[in-house]
């Protein structure tokens, strides 16, 4: 009935690794009915590591069968069993690869006794096979030997099943139970409490440490997604055995979820978020007065915790844009930094330059032009309020962006009038903007200043 099962390999994941031991005993559920046990040629060094972990060498299954030449008879033990192991997922993920490329098709219910160890004993230390055997009595002999740990977790899954008081083995087999498919470090209870509406959610580690972020048009359907399949790949595997437990924001609309995941891969910078994780808009416009009252305008990099007034990626776009300001509002190219030295000024004609460079131009008119290519500029950028369902009946979702610049978003009592900007801002969360919620924003600026989608 039961195929309980343990390896010992050249890594972590079936991708790119092999497997060098493994045993498999029969367990009808009170006892071991048939015991199989082998070293198996990896096909690949075995690492240094791995060889001081299991004290398995190289010279040790250089006359070993490799894996295809037991694979029939493997297959044969395995099918229409069920597949027992702890942390099954790491060792069905390398059996079910080895024998696929054998030409085999491994389709096995799945029970985890780490698992199934939190739920039938829980409160205990550790869940470790070395550190629940040790907490039990249940002697290992041969740790990290295939043998010695598959028979030490045949007697632990039979003390499971012997104290299995509220049905969590029978649970975690039926149809459509997600026992089989979640990390063995993650409570079910937490897949199942997430809701089914937008939102954005966060895979914690161990110490609970943010390791990814995500953001769902549905959360519970997007978050089991995550684990099903069996994926054999280094970071896959790594990734599952890392989430101890889920958190979740609720967002009203899914445009709210993509733009509250990129907030937040952006503060938190998880681990596994390749994506959004990349330099941008490295260079903007900055204004400031200098010490004879003059406004300048500079190009410079983009730091954290400044605002230009405007930005751009690459250097060549901004002189270009600055340098057709200057000609249309009569700007001073020293005062932009354009020009050094102490040369009459370039790119102006005489007639429009008004020598604020020399001092003979007083600051006040000269500054009228600055700010007046200030809000030339800034009028060019897109401005939309975004406003759509809330939450519930009695709220509005709301998002707000002025002058190409993400404030932010919330949600807005039912009874205020939208209409006023100043008015419903304050129940907006101010948030940092990038260029992907720029981005996001873009399609819906249009020529109205309010934009409503329900």
């Known amino acids: 009935m039961y195929a309980i099962v343990d390896i010992e390999t050249t890594g972590g994941h079936a991708s790119a690794n092999g497997i060098t031991e493994i045993a498999v005993f029969l367990f009808d559920g009170k006892e071991i009915t048939q015991h199989y046990q082998t070293l198996v040629n990896p096909g690949i060094p075995i690492p240094y590591y791995i060889e001081s972990l299991t004290g398995i060498t190289n010279e040790m299954v250089a006359e070993a069968p490799p894996f295809e030449a037991i694979a029939p008879l493997l297959f044969g033990l395995l099918k229409d069993r069920i597949f027992v192991a702890h942390n099954v997922n790491f060792d069905y993920s390398f059996i079910k690869h080895q024998l696929g ?62 104290n299995d008081k509220e049905k969590v083995i029978a649970a975690a087999l039926k149809v459509g139970s997600k026992e089989q498919f979640l990390p063995p470090n993650l409570p079910p209870e937490q897949v199942k409490s997430l809701p089914d509406s937008p939102g954005v959610y966060y895979f914690h580690d161990q110490k609970g440490k943010v390791v990814y972020v995500g953001k769902a048009k549905d959360l519970k359907k997007r978050v089991n997604s995550h684990f099903t399949g069996h994926s054999t790949s280094r970071q896959r595997q790594n990734f599952l055995r890392t989430i101890y437990s889920i958190t979740h924001q609720e967002t009203a609309t899914d ?96 007639a429009t330059c008004k020598g604020a ?29 975004i ?13 707000l962006m002025e002058r190409g610049r993400f404030y932010g978003m919330g949600y807005v009592p039912a009874e205020v009038d939208m209409s006023d900007v100043e008015q419903f801002r304050t129940y907006l969360t101010p948030y940092a903007e990038n260029e992907v919620i720029v981005g996001l924003l873009r399609p819906y600026a249009s020529n109205s200043q309010q934009l409503t989608t329900s």
């Open 255 to 350: 445009l709210m979820a993509c733009i509250l995941e990129s907030v937040e891969i952006k503060r938190l910078w998880p681990i596994y978020n390749a994506a959004q994780k990349r330099v941008e808009f490295r260079y903007g416009f900055y204004l400031f007065e200098d010490q004879h009252g003059y406004l300048r305008l500079a190009i410079e990099k983009k730091r954290k915790y400044t605002h230009p007034v405007h930005s751009f990626n690459l250097l060549i776009d901004g002189h270009r844009l600055l340098r057709s300001l200057i000609k249309e509002f009569g700007l001073c190219p020293k005062l932009c930094f354009l020009q050094k030295g102490n040369g009459t000024c370039a790119g102006i004609t005489a």
């Open 387 to 399: 406003i759509d369902k809330g939450r519930n009946s009695s709220e509005k979702s709301c998002i």
């Open 101 to 162: 490329t054998a030409g085999f098709d491994l389709q096995s219910k799945k029970l985890c006794t780490v698992r199934l160890g939190r739920k039938i004993f829980p409160g205990l230390a550790s869940y470790s096979l070395g550190n629940i055997c040790r907490h039990f009595s249940i002697p290992i002999h041969g740790r990290h030997r295939a043998g010695g740990d598959a028979e030490a977790t045949a007697k632990l899954f039979g003390l499971l099943l012997a």
């Open 357 to 385: 460079c020399e001092k003979a131009e007083a600051p006040e008119a000269y500054n009228e032009r600055m700010k007046a290519a200030i809000a030339f500029l800034q009028a060019q950028q897109p401005s939309v309020t």
